[in-house]
Structures are given as structure tokens and as C-alpha cells.
């Protein structure tokens, strides 16, 4: 079955460091979502992006964060200076675009982003 | 605004009974709903969603769900529960009706079957 897969699966950065994490989404997909969940907490929505723009951010999603499909299989997050409370588990997911059914999101494994 | 409740941090089961966990939601307009089960060290995987239809879903791995809209609930069920079901689940719910695809997630609830 076709997955989502991301890149690297940990990564430690200095706090003020830019980071960015890869994600190849299941290639028929055409809709694109960054989610993050800091240790203990809940699932939070961050970006989703669309015909290579983005269609909808969160509150969290402000300055300090982009997302780019510099190709035609990759997807990425970058964190341009980052901070101690960005350390959390970053979850890419992708979804279809079937004309009158909306299909669910699928996820990859994550990657655990620590912030030193 | 959308939000989800899982109002048990922990469900203890024993091997071959039935289990239910639990999620309420609050949502404008139709819901479009969700389960998935996250493995330690893994993604979140799709078991089942509800948009339409018959308020019971079915799902992966024997998993079901019923859709009660007079409760806004949607609890997931389980006639008979396995050890390998051990896993932390999230409900999640999104508005139907608008443009937004963003999900909104409970806290999860980590099912705990006994042998």
C-alpha cells in the first residue's frame, strides 16, 4: 500500500537554526498538510497547500515557517530560526482529490524535531 | 469553531471483550469524522470515517464506529478486542460543508488490552 514518507525520521538542531523537513507524499495525492504534536499534547494542524499554494494555516503557522514543493514528489516544512517550544513530532500527510468525495488524510511516521 | 472531546485519557480491556472508546465533537454544520491509531513510534493510520448514511461505519481491523448526531458523538467499538489493538487513538473531526480541510484532533485515548 502506498505511504507517506518523511525525512529524517530525528532531527537536532541548535535553538536559532533553520530546519527543514521532507516529506514525499503518495504520488496521485494533489492535497498536502503539515501537522505537529508536542510531546503530551494533541495533534495540531498546522499548513495545508494546493495547486502549489497554500489553502488554509493555523494560528501556529506564522513567519517562521514555509512550506515548498520544489518538485514533483517532494513536500517540505522549513523553520527558518528556530525556537525551544518547536521541539515536537512533525506529521506530513496527503489526501486525494476525488470530484464529490472527500478521501481521508494519510499520514507518514513523523519527524521528531529536538530543539537544543 | 471545531473541537473534539476523548474524555478518557485510558481504556483498560480484556482480550475478547468488547470495547468502546469514546469521542463527542463540536462542529458548524455536518461533520465529517474520524478515527485513527497511532503504534508507538509510528504515523497516524486511518481506521474508519463517517460522512453520510448509516450511523454505524465499519472499519479496519474489525473496528467500528457509530455516529449518534442528537449526542454528537461518535465512539468507536470493537465486538472483541485483540492484545495487538494495544495502541493510542485519536478521533478527529472537520466541517463538511466548507472549504477547510484542517483536521481537528482529541487527545487520544491509549487502549490497553490484557492478555
Known amino acids: 500500500e502506498p505511504e507517506v514518507t518523511q525525512t529524517p525520521s530525528h532531527q537536532v538542531t541548535q535553538m536559532g537554526q533553520e530546519v527543514i523537513l521532507r516529506c514525499v507524499p503518495i504520488?496521485?495525492?494533489?492535497?498536502f498538510y503539515w501537522y505537529r504534536q508536542i510531546l503530551g499534547q494533541k495533534v495540531e494542524f498546522l499548513v495545508s497547500?494546493?495547486?502549489?499554494?497554500?489553502?488554509?494555516k493555523s494560528e501556529i503557522f506564522d513567519d517562521q515557517f514555509s512550506v515548498e514543493r520544489p518538485d514533483g514528489s517532494n513536500f517540505t516544512l522549513k523553520i527558518r530560526s528556530t525556537k525551544l517550544e518547536d521541539s515536537a513530532m512533525y506529521f506530513c500527510?496527503?489526501?486525494?482529490?476525488?470530484?464529490?468525495?472527500?478521501?481521508?488524510?494519510?499520514f507518514g511516521d513523523g519527524t521528531r524535531l529536538s530543539i537544543l | 469553531a471545531q473541537s473534539v472531546a476523548q474524555p478518557e485519557d485510558q481504556v483498560n480491556v480484556a482480550e475478547g471483550n468488547p470495547l468502546t472508546v469514546k469521542c463527542t465533537y463540536s462542529v458548524s454544520g455536518n461533520p465529517y469524522l474520524f478515527w485513527y491509531v497511532q503504534y508507538p513510534n509510528r504515523g497516524l493510520q486511518f481506521l474508519l470515517k463517517?460522512?453520510?448514511?448509516?450511523?454505524l461505519v465499519k472499519g479496519s481491523y474489525g473496528f467500528e464506529a457509530e455516529f449518534n448526531k442528537s449526542q454528537t458523538s461518535f465512539h468507536l467499538k470493537k465486538p472483541s478486542a485483540l492484545v495487538s489493538d494495544s495502541a493510542l487513538y485519536f478521533c478527529a473531526v472537520r466541517a463538511l460543508d466548507t472549504g477547510r480541510r484542517a483536521l481537528t484532533f482529541g487527545s487520544g485515548t491509549r487502549l490497553q488490552v490484557q492478555p
Open positions: 463517517y460522512i453520510t448514511g448509516d450511523n
Open positions: 504520488s496521485n495525492h494533489l492535497y
Open positions: 497547500f494546493y495547486n502549489n499554494e497554500i489553502s488554509e
Open positions: 500527510a496527503s489526501s486525494e482529490r476525488v470530484t464529490g468525495i472527500t478521501q481521508p488524510q494519510h
